[in-house]
């Protein structure tokens, strides 16, 4: 059993200190970490673990003001010059469950499960939202077995949900518009599948591989947010842009260790 407990700050940076946007002191950023983690041998090559956290931040910087947002009937204009603020608090709590396998020559391999929750609390807007990088499920799955002694095989599986677009987002149709809750639509839940070949050719004065590797295997279009994009006052309607992650990579190459 481990227990494990710790108190960080976080100064500005210094063009934060210095910006033309910082009207009054700017306060470090504070937080609080509490963990708790459980771990069992199961045999001389398996163990599980189970690990808890617990966060607690303040004094978080954020600039309120800089994103338009609906308050009542009307949209509320983004305003450029907004001021740097110690405006928020928040927490991060989660779990994770962690199984392990690691052999010499036959199968090694983890697989492991994450839900978490992170919400901040904004004194300026006076609203509670998901953090920017709430992400509520993460699963991983990597698995390497030794085929012959000079080569292996291995894979590799990734599922993480989708996180906030940062931003007062909501659906309409044929596009966005301008909300009057921050962060309360996501992006596309994230998978990514890897597979790896590798063959090594041992000599007594060096050691060369040579893999072959296919990233993203399923050729998943894992797609996320990039930037606000413009917005119009009058309508309502915003334009916020998005980018692609790589799609099915191959590649081989030699690895060479003296």
């Known amino acids: 059993m481990e227990l494990s407990w710790g108190q960080y700050g976080q100064f500005p940076e210094l063009s934060q200190l210095f910006s ?6 700017l306060l470090p950023q504070r937080a609080t970490h509490y963990e708790a983690a ?14 808890f956290y617990d966060r607690q931040d303040r004094d978080i910087l954020a600039r309120p003001a800089l994103e338009p947002r609906v308050i009542g009937a009307g949209v509320i204009p983004s305003s450029p010059i907004g001021p740097w603020l110690n405006s928020q608090r928040g927490y991060a709590r989660g779990v994770q469950v962690f199984l392990q396998r690691r052999t010499a020559n036959g199968f090694t ?3 492991s499960y994450a839900y978490g929750r992170t919400m901040v609390s904004d004194g300026d807007l006076q609203l509670k939202f998901p953090s920017d990088y709430d992400q509520r499920h993460t699963f991983n799955v990597y698995a390497s077995r030794r085929l012959r002694p000079t080569v292996n095989l291995s894979g590799r599986f990734t599922y993480g949900s989708g996180m906030p677009l940062p931003g007062f987002y909501r659906l309409v149709p044929g596009g966005y518009a301008v909300s009057q809750n ?26 060369a591989t040579l893999f072959g590797e296919i990233v993203n295997l399923t ?39 003296f």
């Open 109 to 111: 391999g983890w697989i």
């Open 38 to 51: 459980l771990e069992e041998r199961l045999d001389e090559r398996t163990r599980v673990r189970l690990e």
């Open 182 to 207: 921050r962060n309360g639509l996501r992006a596309p839940a994230y998978q990514r599948a890897d597979l790896r070949l590798n063959k090594a050719f041992v000599h007594q004065k060096y050691t």
């Open 219 to 257: 050729n998943h279009t894992n797609r996320d947010f990039d930037s606000p994009g413009p917005y119009d006052v009058n309508t309502g309607r915003t334009y916020p842009t998005f980018f692609s992650m790589f799609p099915i990579l191959p590649s081989a190459g030699m690895v060479f260790e």
């Open 20 to 25: 033309t946007f910082a009207r009054g002191r």
